[in-house]
């Protein structure tokens, strides 16, 4: 066996830099973590006005993808190996203490307010504290840059669950070229991890812009799609290993430029653009650019940064960013709560100042006497111990929300049900998978009504023609029709290419809707309901579907029903009774609009059926309508509401029986 090399020759194998700013302390990247975390938090609270904030994560990501593998490199220039318990006992101290006080401080503010679903909130805190957050928000199919998830106050947290699995594989990776190396008496060490880094990052970059065209949420929080980001930074350290003259003029002149280009992506990219995608290349290799040419002390871009003020907000930075969202998600309902007129910047003002108080006293008070600790850094078994007992905060935190949280709302008469139980009263066909999702085409048999009838429905349409579904599949089991459930999520009945929210193409939509038509025109059908969520498709598109429908069958277009401000089950949540739960359709931005097509407009066969006076007696939508919920969410009838419509559906199934 080849002799180990020693820590005095691995030295000289990495050639490691010596001027002291290219090895010590770089205040700059103090400056530049303020620049990103400052970019996020305006971001979240005003997304109109810096719609590319968001990247600011991505800035921190090639940071510490820098920081730590220059870290990394040193200690085993230095001693020819790496302590892995060391370095995730550092890791413990550095980041579990504050995360799991602002997880365990934010069940305990969603406790005071109301309209909070602080049982669902639980289930996040527990993968908050498990560090999984990225997996569970892919899995759920969470588009970050949406709206839909915008009130979970544990939004952000995603981007600390994947820097911690990537801290937990990264060290391991150098370690094992580092043996590798040691076992062939090799004697340089900085080319292997070069091609190391080059071969993960390309893979990693060319997995992120293939999934960001086809599954958006999971390219978004994947670790695999964002670890690239941190080998950008990873090469840096790498590269800047060797010493080289500071002060150059060229130098300065990038480091300047690519902190021009990073403040302009965070005007220029926003959520109509796909991401992260090739648009993420842009901002982080600005930031990995940055990194390399500012690492001169005298450099332009390394003086601006190094302002005393940026300086501070850079320490603070990891604080600022746990309590920032929380802090405006809260503040934002408790304006609702409080009547304050919706859209106000207010809240979200008062949420930057007091999350930034906040994050300085978590920062003195929490985050160093924590991290500098002289009986934790003297021993990693209490190290060790002491982070499995914060994980263990965290997470039994999470299950006494989970478990024992207020959860019940009053819908009249003195009768209490749960907000889970609002949120589950779906139809079947989610259970079945006859509602597909974004990605899925085809389709199972998706039979309902009386099964072996000899007339045949069809319902056709996006997750709204669900809202019908519960209606129909009575009336037809009463009236023996075969109910045939053709729907897809978020794929409008429209002979137009639609996409997803976030600007991604949808192909599966129209493969899907392609598939469905074919069918229909070759199979013998009496009946079909057609019904989509309002958009701003034009209505020539929607005639084109209509007419090919037509050609089939009679054809019945359900009016779209109006989207609500807020949920049911949150408005409930805080009031003293149903009753105050009401919404006037006069005051709806934007009411009605599916089918666009005006009746007299529509193709021979095809009408229309406007359900919403059952749905909004007199223009009024009420939480509760006839003893039950109205919705799940703001745009989505409840089941049990959906079968009062029944009769509605037995009438048209009637008029259609010949």
Same mark, same amino acid.
């Given at each position: ?39 996020v ?8 006005t810096l ?5 600011g ?20 220039a230095?001693?020819g +190996? ?11 101290r550095?980041i579990?203490?504050?995360a799991?006080f ?10 005071? &307010? ?5 049982r669902l909130l ?6 908050g ?7 569970? #928000? ?8 949406g709206q839909?998830d915008?009130?979970?106050?544990l939004l952000h ?7 911690? *699995? ?7 990776? &150098?370690?094992?070229? /580092?043996?590798?190396m040691r =076992?062939?008496a090799? !004697?340089?060490?900085r080319?292997?991890?070069v091609a ?17 065209a ?6 978004f929080?994947?670790? &695999?799609?964002?670890?690239? #980001?941190?080998?950008?930074g ?9 010493a ?16 021009l280009?990073?403040?302009?992506s965070f005007?220029w990219i926003s ?10 290349a842009?901002?982080?290799?600005a930031t990995?650019?940055?990194? $390399?040419?500012?690492a ?6 390394s ?5 005393? %003020?940026?300086?501070y907000?850079? +320490? ?5 960013y746990l309590w920032?969202?929380p802090l ?11 009547g304050?007129?919706?859209g106000?910047?207010v ?8 999350s930034f ?7 003195h ?8 600790s ?6 990693r ?7 499995? @007992?914060?994980?263990a ?6 299950? /006494?929300?989970?478990?024992?949280a ?17 949120k589950?009263d +779906?139809?079947?066909i989610y259970?079945?998978? @006859? ?10 048999e998706?039979?309902y009504?009386?099964?072996f ?21 009575i009336?037809?089991?009463k ?6 459930? !053709?729907?897809k999520?978020? @794929?409008?009945?429209? =002979?137009a290419? #639609? ?5 991604r ?18 199979a013998?059908? *009496?009946l079909i309901v ?10 020539v598109?929607? *005639? ?11 054809t ?7 989207v ?13 009774? %149903? ?13 009605n609009s599916?089918p666009k ?7 021979m066969?095809?009408e ?7 749905v909004?007696? #007199?223009?009024?939508c009420?939480?509760v ?5 109205l919705?799940?969410?703001?745009? $989505?009838l ?6 009062? &419509? ?7 199934l009637? *008029?259609?029986t010949?």
């Open positions: 066996m080849n002799r180990p090399i020693a820590p005095a020759t691995w030295t000289a194998t990495l050639a490691v830099a010596t001027p002291q700013h290219a090895t010590g302390f770089r205040s700059d990247i103090e400056g530049l973590r303020a620049v990103s975390v400052a970019a938090v305006l971001f979240h609270a005003y997304p109109d719609p590319g904030g968001f990247i994560v991505d800035v921190f990501f090639v940071i510490s993808g820098f920081l730590i593998t220059r870290l990394l490199i040193r200690e085993l230095a001693t +190996r790496i302590e892995l318990a060391d370095f995730w006992a550092r890791r413990i550095r579990l203490p504050a799991t602002v997880l365990c401080a934010t069940a305990l503010i969603a406790l005071m &307010l109301p309209s909070v679903d602080a639980g289930r996040h805190i527990i993968a504290s498990l560090f999984y957050y990225n997996w569970r #928000q892919a899995g759920n199919a969470v588009d970050y840059l839909e915008r009130g979970n106050p947290y995603w981007s600390l669950a994947v820097e911690e *699995q990537f801290y937990l594989v990264w060290p391991l990776l &150098l370690t094992l070229v /580092a043996l590798f =076992e062939r090799a !004697r340089n060490l080319g292997p991890l190391l880094i080059a071969v993960l990052a390309v893979a990693s970059f060319t997995y992120c812009v293939c999934l960001t086809t599954d958006g949420p999971l390219a929080f994947s670790t &695999l799609t964002r670890s690239w #980001q941190f080998l950008a990873a090469m840096v350290a790498v590269i800047s290993l060797r080289r003259p500071e002060g150059q003029p060229l130098a300065g002149a990038i480091g300047v430029a690519c902190m280009v990073l403040l302009a005007v959520e109509s653009i796909p991401y992260p995608g090739v648009a993420a842009v901002p982080t290799l990995a650019l940055l990194l $390399h040419y500012g001169s002390s005298d450099s332009w871009s003086a601006a940064l190094s302002a005393a %003020p940026l300086r907000v850079g +320490r603070i930075s990891f604080s600022w920032h969202w405006i998600v809260f503040l934002g309902l408790a304006s609702v709560e409080g304050m007129l919706a106000s910047t809240p979200a003002s008062l949420a930057i100042v007091l108080c906040l994050a300085a006293a978590t920062y008070h929490i985050e160093q006497p924590v991290r500098y002289a009986s934790l850094m003297a021993s078994r209490t190290t060790f111990v002491f982070g499995a @007992c914060l994980i905060t965290g997470v039994l935190t999470g299950l /006494a929300m989970k478990w024992f207020p959860d019940a709302v009053h819908v009249g008469h003195d009768v209490f049900i749960s907000r889970a139980a609002i589950d +779906r139809p079947v259970s079945d998978r @006859c509602l597909l999702r974004h990605k899925d085409v085809n389709y199972a998706c039979v009504g009386a099964a009838g000899k007339k045949t429905v069809v319902l056709f349409g996006d997750s709204h023609a669900g809202n019908w579904f519960s209606a129909l599949d009336a037809a089991k009236q023996g029709w075969r109910l045939l459930v !053709r729907i999520a978020s @794929c409008r009945p429209i =002979e290419p #639609q996409v997803h929210a976030d600007g193409d949808y192909p599966e939509c129209g493969k899907w809707r392609s598939i469905v038509l074919e069918e229909l025109e070759s013998s059908t *009496q057609v019904a989509g969520m309002s958009s701003r498709h034009l209505a598109d929607e *005639q084109k579907i209509f007419q090919r429908l037509a050609n089939v069958a009679p019945v277009a359900m009016r779209d029903t109006p609500l401000p807020e949920s049911p089950s949150n408005c409930l949540s805080r009031a003293e009774h %149903p009753g105050d739960c009401v919404w006037h359709l006069k005051d709806f931005p934007s009411k599916y097509t005006a009746e007299s407009k529509l193709p066969g095809v229309i059926l406007d359900l919403n006076e059952r909004c007696p #007199q223009s009024e009420r939480a309508t006839v003893g039950r919920v919705m799940t969410d703001e745009h $989505h409840t089941d049990s509401f959906s079968a009062t &419509l029944s009769d509605e559906f037995g009438k048209l009637i *008029q259609h010949k």
